[in-house]
């Protein structure tokens, strides 16, 4: 565990973790809130909510001042407030941001976050602290890093003594347990679900490219990866790893929602490594492993299927271009895991 915050700026860095790894705590992979010792003010769902926080002046609800989060009335009795979350997919967990955006008078002086991985609910033993108690600021971006080496299933968000947190979001990797699943059961190597991620790209203006590998078809445009528009020669990239190697033997692009800024052609390149490129040599060297999908047209707003593809066995990375810029809402890459 760590107590530094992290040191960049807040809601930049927050960002920056969103594009870089999966928010564990999003309901898209079936994370939900279990308990609260109280939410009087508002309710504990809100905090697993994946919008940013808003505030509405002036609006009121039966019990006060209506919150975008999760907030208990002030504490007249020894002890604390928590809430329980359980993760919808275990995880590896690398920082968490316990955002009291809003919150000024009545957000908690100090905050502790503790984790546990059972099946069931996690007994008072089972807990282990992995952000300890600390100082949080009101209305702010509180960042802390975690260096935990275990997948946690679930969560305890201490607060002390009580107050409002407007969202809990948990940055990480979905730890999959591929040794139960068949040799023979193909599924999406790339799904956040299956241990998918993005580990390069090269331009994420609009939206991050791990939105490619969320579950279901994109909600709306900015549920997706789009870059900005491109005015220089070239054209725009992203490097993904597979949750874990494996032969892929049919690819799915949904340009859903992208109209007028769809790329207009992708191709798809795709190699089996040992270890991650350095972040230095990724670009180029990701450009010469062999193509697993050539140049292809797509459509606006369509669903586009590529049962054939170079056979290149088993890979464990791959790299999507597109041409020369634009938006794609979600990419499938389905196929078996390699032994």
Not at 9 to 14: G, R, S, T, Y
Not at 126 to 147: C, M, Q, Y
Not at 148 to 155: H, M, T
Not at 303 to 332: A, M
């Amino acid at each position: 565990m760590s107590e530094a915050f992290l040191t960049a700026e807040p809601l930049a860095e927050a960002d920056a973790l969103l594009k870089r790894f999966v928010d564990l705590a999003h309901p898209r992979l079936g994370t939900k809130m279990t308990f609260a010792t109280d939410d009087f003010f508002a309710d504990k769902n809100r905090l697993i909510n994946p919008a940013p926080a808003i505030f509405i002046p002036g609006k009121y609800d039966d019990h006060g001042k209506w919150m975008d989060g999760w907030e208990s009335r002030r504490k007249r009795t020894p002890g604390h407030d928590w809430a329980v979350v359980r993760l919808g997919q275990r995880g590896m967990i690398h920082a968490v941001d316990i955002d009291t955006s809003f919150f000024t008078g009545n957000f908690p002086p100090e905050a502790e976050l503790l984790a546990a991985d059972t099946d069931a609910e996690p007994g008072e033993t089972d807990w282990r602290v992995i952000v300890p108690r600390t100082a949080l600021k009101g209305d702010s971006h509180n960042l802390f890093e975690v260096s935990e080496g275990a997948p946690f299933r679930w969560l305890r968000l201490n607060i002390f003594p009580d107050g409002g947190i407007a969202r809990l979001r948990v940055f990480g990797l979905v730890a999959k347990d591929w040794n139960a699943v068949p040799a023979d059961e193909t599924l999406d190597l790339v799904a956040l679900e299956n241990g998918g991620t993005a580990i390069a790209w090269n331009d994420a203006h609009y939206g991050a490219p791990a939105n490619m590998l969320a579950p279901g078809r994109g909600a709306d445009m900015g549920d997706g990866w789009e870059t900005a528009r491109r005015r220089r020669p070239g054209n725009d990239w992203c490097v993904l790893k597979l949750g874990h190697p494996g032969t892929i033997e049919r690819v799915r692009i949904d340009t859903a929602h992208f109209k007028g800024n769809y790329p207009d052609r992708f191709s798809l390149r795709a190699v089996r490594l040992d270890a991650d490129p350095s972040p230095e040599t990724i670009e180029e060297a990701s450009a010469a492993w062999p193509l697993l999908v050539p140049q292809t047209r797509l459509s606006a707003d369509a669903i586009l299927d590529i049962p054939e593809l170079f056979p290149l066995g088993p890979v464990s990375h791959v790299r999507l271009d597109i041409f020369p810029d634009g938006g794609v809402s979600r990419l499938r890459l389905f196929g078996q895991k390699a032994g």
